[in-house]
């Protein structure tokens, strides 16, 4: 925790990416997700800087729980429900509205013992074949629903499968027929992730659902977070730790992958693959010094990995390196190794310190 090596959490630019995601839908509630420890960003954190959402969505029910433990009072969504029936109860004791996806879920209501009334939101599979009933199955869930004490059915909800991919509008133009097909009049309605938040003005419905976007990174492959407006809201640093000078021919680390074509100066920086930088990003994987790029050179280990700062004066001991961030944008790191943002900040790993900034 002491190496200098930190997840700098911006707390304006996740206002800021929240607002635009207001901007873009705005007769829309928002449950803010914040499943994955919010991306990577730290949920309870993000949680209070955004607390002007209307409500968060998690994955779990232990992340519901760390956020209930810190004090968390406003509306949890359980995105995929729960796998036991005891959940269930905890579910509605602890106010977390449970998503009820399939049949054996559904069972679980027979033994729910609870002295709250448990606000249940049904998955609509309307083309994603990952949760949710079928449209045929939904109207007899939500009448076996009505005749359950103890239960409220307050919305229905589906999800995207391509709503980042522009140019087959009509699969989205296809899942929202299904949903608009079994829509039950008194049931609010949520569809929208951040692709469909920015793109599909038309999912946006009663409540939309922004994750990425929040975080400011995109959730298209060819729509800059800038162009969308958004800032990135974790800048991933690490301290250079050594330099060392090589003569033309020497090789650095591991298999000694990459060789140097020229007498080269390299950086040794404190961030490796335990850290949740990848270790299979190659030679010339971008990295921030100094007010320029830097290309990452030999492969990543364990705890560090090395930079070829040859081309830039100056570089000393205890500079910080920007993995990604307010000046990389982890969408571009994210196309050097063959990923997208998502899964890059979602796996920076509990050593590297979280640290809320302005
Ligand atoms: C993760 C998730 C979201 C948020 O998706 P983004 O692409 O990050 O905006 C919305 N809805 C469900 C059901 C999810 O699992």
């Known amino acids: 925790m002491t190496r200098g090596t930190k997840a700098l959490i ?12 207001k901007q873009l839908a705005p007769n829309s509630r928002v449950w803010a ?15 209070n800087v955004l607390h002007d959402a209307d409500g968060y969505a ?11 433990a810190a004090g968390i009072k406003l509306p949890i969504l359980l995105l995929a429900g729960v796998t036991q029936a005891a959940h269930l109860s905890e579910a509605a ?13 559904l069972a679980f209501l027979e033994r729910l013992d609870s002295r709250e009334t448990l606000k249940v939101w049904l998955k609509l599979d309307t083309g994603m074949h990952r949760l ?13 629903l009505e005749q359950c004490a103890n239960v409220d059915v307050v919305g229905i909800m589906t999800h995207m499968c391509c709503a980042d991919d522009l140019s087959q509008p009509q699969i989205t133009e296809r899942q ?20 469909s938040v920015i793109k599909w003005p038309q999912t946006h419905a009663d409540w939309v659902r922004p994750g990425i976007m929040l975080y400011g990174a995109t959730p298209f492959a060819d729509i800059s977070a800038r162009e969308i407006g958004l800032a990135a809201a974790m800048t991933l640093v690490a301290p250079v730790i050594a330099i060392k000078q090589l003569a033309k021919g020497e090789s650095v680390g591991y298999g000694m992958r990459w060789t140097a074509g020229r007498d080269s100066v390299i950086a040794t920086l404190a961030i490796g693959y ?6 299979h990003a190659p030679d010339g994987t971008p990295v921030w010094l100094n007010g320029k790029v830097v290309p990452l050179s030999g492969r990543v280990c364990m705890d560090m990995m090395m930079i070829d700062v040859t081309d830039l004066p100056d570089v000393k001991v205890g500079d910080l390196a920007e993995l990604w ?11 050097y190794v063959d990923t997208i943002g998502y899964e890059l900040v979602t796996r920076v790993s509990p050593r590297v310190e979280r640290e809320m900034v302005e």
């Not at 911006?10 to 995601?21: D, P, V």
């Not at 929202?176 to 692709?195: C, F, M, P, T, Y």
């Not at 335990?274 to 270790?279: C, K, S």
């Not at 961030?325 to 196309?335: I, K, Q, S, T, Y």
């Open 325 to 335: 961030g307010a000046n990389l944008p982890v969408d571009e790191v994210g196309r």
């Open 274 to 279: 335990a850290d949740g930088y990848p270790r």
């Open 10 to 21: 911006s707390a304006s630019a996740l206002k800021n990416n929240f607002q635009r995601a």
């Open 58 to 68: 998690v994955a779990t029910l232990g992340e519901a729980r760390t956020l209930r």
């Open 176 to 195: 929202l027929k299904v949903i608009r097909g079994s829509q039950h009049e008194d049931k609010q309605i949520s569809i929208a992730n951040s692709a």
């Open 33 to 47: 997700v914040i499943k994955a420890d919010a991306y990577g960003h730290g949920s309870v954190a993000v949680a």
């Open 93 to 105: 004791d602890s106010q977390l509205e449970c998503v009820l996806h399939c049949r054996e879920q």
């Open 132 to 144: 949710g009933f079928s449209p045929e199955d939904l109207q007899e869930a939500v009448s076996h």
